[in-house]
């Protein structure tokens, strides 16, 4: 069974955020409005985190962009009471938005603020929405699925087609829009496959690792100026 | 005899004989913050929790805090009592009933909370549907179940006799007395039986308590987030609710006494062994959180000081500094000498201690979730009117449940009162009698005791 995972180019990422507005289009992910916007309810399921570099400060800064890890061993999956997040025999950690009763009890165990809550009712049944991606009520969780119904989708047309998934068939969103080429995505079970291949480099890391929580979304780190 | 006996505890039934202007009058008060209460629930329940304060990444704040400080106010009660009856502390008789009162009362607003906190209320059967044991929140659930069951039948056993006093000498609301009663009469067979399940109740309930509130913590320390991930979280939050338990109980105790003149029962001697409960519980207090700070401090992982330091010098520093000097300074200096004033100032120690123990509950809850471990920027949580109106609400309907409680029966426990005197004092002396050596002469007070 594949392992999908990401890595993510330090290196390469310029801060654009085309991965954040792909994202948030294809996933209905609501835009809360200024107001709510400012009490800090903003919801980004992939979100660039900017941080000033120490070697070089007031002159560079650092770009993490930061999907759902979907960790290994998810700390969201568990504390939740009801079964309504749980990982997935292919790794990906999953909501049930209509089990969720909102106790945002993963929301605090997740080391990388990756959950995220709908403090109102924020998606309205307008057009333009993505009618793969389902809509979301108010009090519950949501988080980034790796574009799950991409899967899906991809897995239904191999099947009517009698064929195997091809590599690089199914890509989220945000790894697709990437104008850099910054995001890898693929079957990290896969030893040939490219997002394999880079997770091995010496450049990998993963965020928090000393936590255990084996994320399998990994970073190449920035190379230039650093030993 | 029994006429004398009656007309002698007549101030204990006579809150529910009679009801003063003052009764109204508090009612009324308290009603009004329960109905701000209720509307702030209401435009909650509509328009959903972004109503409230609450924000990414600081997603639990006052209903959190509320639940973890209600629920500690319930070890008040039914711990103290009966670890009181279980050492035969002879001064506990005016006292156990107001704590099991607290216990019960203070439980369902507690458990209320987490209802009040859930995005979803309509799904909560979901909790038992799909519940997932692996979940500190199942665990939560099952143990304040527990203790709420346990809690109220160690209420209601003590109070069979005194039912029955009412059953037989009021009028009004015989039906209700009656069934409670059980048909109790006083006889010997059922005095052994009653005193053989309040001793059963008590030792259970000790356990129970105490696994409430190691559950409650384990909210926190079973994640990875920093300042909660801590193994001494289950002792410290047991001491921290016995520690509020013990100062709610005294103002319960110094209002009720004021209120229906209890002074003859609750005398000065009551509060100031209480006081010197408080006062070691403080230090305990102290003890706790000055090791879980110092093993922070010490170790200074980044994660960790950065929630650390939030809470000494950042945005915090008010109210960690208030709840030290709420929870230790105030009671130490205050409790420190109890020969005069005592009611008064183990009555200031308690209302500090109160407010120093939801700051507590504060202060774990939320430094934590405003300082995430990625660069996010601080998250600042200010609580809006409907977390203020429902925090009002929930101590008012406390006061409302507790006050109409002590019209339908007596809040001090009459039979244990009378007991005290007829069986008690004698009792007291012979047990006194077995801790002394042998002198050889015959003991002053001649009672013959078969071995």
Same mark, same amino acid.
């Given at each position: 069974? *594949?392992?999908?995972?990401?890595?993510?180019?330090?290196?390469?990422?310029?801060?654009?955020?085309?991965?954040?507005? *792909?994202?948030?289009?294809? @996933? @209905?992910?609501?835009?809360?409005?200024?107001?709510?916007?400012?009490?800090? &309810?903003?919801?980004?399921?992939?979100?660039?985190?900017?941080?000033?570099?120490?070697?070089?400060?007031?002159?560079?800064?650092?770009?993490?962009?930061?999907?759902?890890?979907?960790?290994?061993?998810?700390? $969201?999956?568990?504390?939740?009471?009801?079964?309504?997040?749980? &990982? @997935?025999?292919?790794?990906?950690?999953?909501?049930?938005?209509?089990?969720?009763?909102? $106790?945002?009890?993963?929301?605090?165990?997740?080391?990388?603020?990756?959950?995220?809550? @709908?403090?109102?009712?924020?998606?309205?049944?307008?057009?333009?929405?993505?009618?793969?991606?389902?809509?979301?009520?108010?009090?519950?969780?949501?988080?980034?699925?790796?574009?799950?119904?991409?899967?899906?989708?991809?897995?239904?047309?191999?099947?009517?087609?009698?064929?195997?998934?091809?590599?690089?068939?199914?890509?989220?969103?945000?790894?697709?829009?990437?104008?850099?080429?910054?995001?890898?995505?693929?079957?990290?079970?896969?030893?040939?496959?490219?997002?394999?291949?880079?997770?091995?480099?010496?450049?990998?890391?993963?965020?928090?690792?000393?936590?255990?929580?084996?994320?399998?979304?990994?970073?190449?780190?920035?190379?230039?100026? &650093?030993? | 005899?029994?006429?004398?006996?009656?007309?002698?505890?007549?101030?204990?039934?006579?809150?529910?004989?009679?009801?003063?202007?003052?009764?109204?009058?508090?009612?009324?008060?308290?009603?009004?913050?329960?109905?701000?209460?209720?509307?702030?629930?209401?435009?909650?329940?509509?328009?959903?929790?972004?109503? =409230?304060?609450?924000?990414?990444?600081?997603?639990?704040?006052?209903?959190?805090?509320?639940?973890?400080?209600?629920?500690?106010?319930?070890?008040?009660?039914?711990?103290?009592?009966?670890?009181?009856? +279980?050492?035969?502390?002879?001064?506990?008789?005016?006292? =156990?009933?107001?704590?099991?009162?607290?216990?019960?009362?203070?439980?369902?607003?507690?458990?209320?909370?987490?209802?009040?906190?859930?995005?979803?209320?309509?799904?909560? +059967?979901?909790?038992?549907?799909?519940?997932?044991?692996?979940?500190?929140?199942?665990?939560?659930?099952?143990?304040?179940?527990?203790?709420?069951?346990?809690?109220?039948?160690?209420?209601?056993?003590?109070?069979?006799?005194?039912?029955?006093?009412?059953?037989?000498?009021?009028?009004?609301?015989?039906?209700?007395?009656?069934?409670?009663?059980?048909?109790?009469?006083?006889?010997?067979?059922?005095?052994?039986?009653?005193?053989?399940?309040?001793?059963?109740?008590?030792?259970?309930?000790?356990?129970?308590?105490?696994?409430?509130?190691?559950?409650?913590?384990?909210?926190?320390?079973?994640?990875?987030?920093?300042?909660?991930?801590?193994?001494?979280?289950?002792?410290?939050?047991?001491?921290?609710?016995?520690?509020?338990?013990?100062?709610?109980?005294?103002?319960?105790?110094?209002?009720?006494?004021?209120?229906?003149?209890?002074?003859?029962?609750?005398?000065?001697?009551?509060?100031?062994?209480?006081?010197?409960?408080?006062?070691?519980?403080? +230090?305990?207090?102290?003890?706790?959180?000055?090791?879980?700070?110092?093993?922070?401090?010490?170790?200074?992982?980044?994660?960790?000081?950065?929630?650390?330091?939030?809470?000494?010098?950042?945005?915090?520093?008010?109210?960690?500094?208030?709840?030290?000097?709420?929870?230790?300074?105030?009671?130490?200096?205050?409790?420190?000498?109890?020969?005069?004033?005592?009611?008064?100032?183990?009555?200031?120690?308690?209302?500090?201690?109160?407010?120093?123990?939801?700051?507590?509950?504060?202060?774990?809850?939320?430094?934590?979730?405003?300082?995430?471990?990625?660069?996010?920027?601080?998250?600042?949580?200010?609580?809006?009117?409907?977390?203020?109106?429902?925090?009002?609400?929930?101590?008012?309907?406390?006061?409302?449940?507790?006050?109409?409680?002590?019209?339908?029966?007596?809040?001090?426990?009459?039979?244990?009162?009378?007991?005290?005197?007829?069986?008690?004092?004698?009792?007291?002396?012979?047990?006194?009698?077995?801790?002394?050596?042998?002198?050889?002469?015959?003991?002053?007070?001649?009672?013959?005791?078969?071995?």
């Amino acid at each position: 069974m *594949a392992l999908w995972g990401m890595v993510i180019d330090l290196d390469r990422c310029t801060g654009c955020q085309a991965c954040v507005m *792909a994202c948030k289009a294809e @996933n @209905n992910v609501p835009a809360v409005g200024a107001k709510e916007a400012a009490r800090g &309810r903003i919801i980004s399921w992939m979100q660039v985190l900017t941080e000033e570099d120490e070697e070089h400060p007031g002159e560079k800064m650092r770009f993490l962009p930061r999907p759902c890890l979907q960790c290994d061993d998810p700390p $969201c999956t568990k504390v939740c009471p009801v079964y309504a997040t749980y &990982r @997935n025999p292919e790794g990906i950690v999953a909501q049930i938005y209509a089990r969720c009763i909102g $106790c945002r009890f993963c929301m605090a165990a997740c080391p990388y603020n990756a959950k995220y809550f @709908n403090w109102h009712r924020y998606q309205k049944d307008a057009p333009g929405q993505n009618p793969d991606v389902s809509i979301r009520p108010k009090g519950v969780v949501e988080k980034c699925t790796f574009c799950h119904h991409r899967l899906q989708k991809a897995r239904d047309r191999a099947l009517a087609e009698k064929r195997e998934l091809l590599p690089g068939e199914y890509m989220p969103a945000c790894a697709e829009a990437c104008p850099a080429r910054a995001i890898v995505f693929g079957d990290l079970s896969d030893p040939g496959s490219e997002v394999a291949r880079l997770a091995r480099s010496p450049r990998a890391f993963r965020l928090q690792e000393e936590l255990g929580t084996k994320p399998k979304v990994v970073y190449l780190t920035e190379g230039e100026g &650093r030993g | 005899m029994a006429e004398r006996t009656d007309n002698l505890d007549a101030p204990l039934l006579a809150p529910i004989e009679r009801t003063g202007p003052g009764f109204y009058w508090s009612v009324g008060a308290l009603s009004v913050l329960v109905l701000w209460g209720a509307v702030a629930y209401w435009s909650q329940f509509s328009e959903g929790l972004g109503v =409230t304060g609450l924000h990414q990444p600081v997603s639990w704040g006052f209903y959190v805090t509320n639940f973890v400080f209600f629920i500690g106010i319930s070890h008040a009660g039914t711990l103290i009592s009966a670890i009181l009856r +279980l050492s035969k502390a002879e001064w506990r008789r005016p006292i =156990t009933r107001m704590a099991e009162v607290i216990t019960v009362m203070v439980l369902f607003i507690g458990a209320g909370q987490i209802l009040v906190d859930l995005g979803r209320p309509d799904r909560m +059967l979901n909790v038992i549907r799909y519940g997932r044991y692996q979940s500190p929140l199942l665990w939560d659930a099952t143990s304040i179940s527990a203790y709420l069951t346990a809690s109220i039948v160690y209420l209601y056993l003590p109070m069979i006799p005194d039912i029955a006093i009412l059953r037989d000498r009021l009028a009004k609301r015989k039906l209700l007395y009656t069934v409670l009663a059980l048909g109790w009469t006083g006889s010997e067979r059922q005095q052994r039986v009653l005193n053989r399940a309040i001793a059963i109740m008590a030792v259970l309930v000790i356990p129970i308590a105490v696994s409430v509130h190691t559950v409650v913590s384990f909210v926190f320390s079973m994640t990875l987030q920093p300042m909660w991930h801590s193994t001494i979280f289950g002792p410290y939050f047991v001491v921290g609710a016995i520690f509020s338990g013990i100062a709610a109980l005294i103002v319960a105790m110094i209002a009720f006494r004021r209120a229906y003149r209890l002074q003859g029962y609750l005398k000065p001697i009551h509060f100031r062994y209480l006081g010197q409960l408080l006062l070691v519980m403080s +230090l305990l207090w102290f003890y706790f959180t000055f090791a879980e700070y110092l093993t922070g401090y010490y170790g200074s992982e980044p994660e960790e000081m950065k929630v650390f330091w939030a809470k000494f010098s950042g945005p915090f520093w008010p109210l960690f500094w208030g709840m030290a000097l709420t929870n230790f300074v105030i009671p130490v200096l205050t409790l420190a000498r109890l020969g005069r004033h005592t009611v008064g100032k183990v009555l200031i120690a308690s209302l500090s201690v109160l407010v120093g123990m939801w700051l507590e509950r504060f202060i774990i809850v939320v430094p934590t979730l405003s300082n995430p471990r990625l660069p996010f920027g601080e998250g600042i949580y200010g609580p809006t009117w409907v977390e203020w109106g429902e925090m009002a609400g929930s101590f008012a309907l406390f006061a409302l449940f507790y006050l109409l409680f002590t019209k339908l029966f007596p809040v001090i426990s009459i039979w244990e009162i009378r007991e005290g005197r007829d069986v008690g004092l004698r009792e007291v002396e012979e047990r006194l009698l077995t801790y002394l050596p042998e002198t050889g002469e015959p003991p002053v007070a001649t009672t013959e005791r078969g071995h």
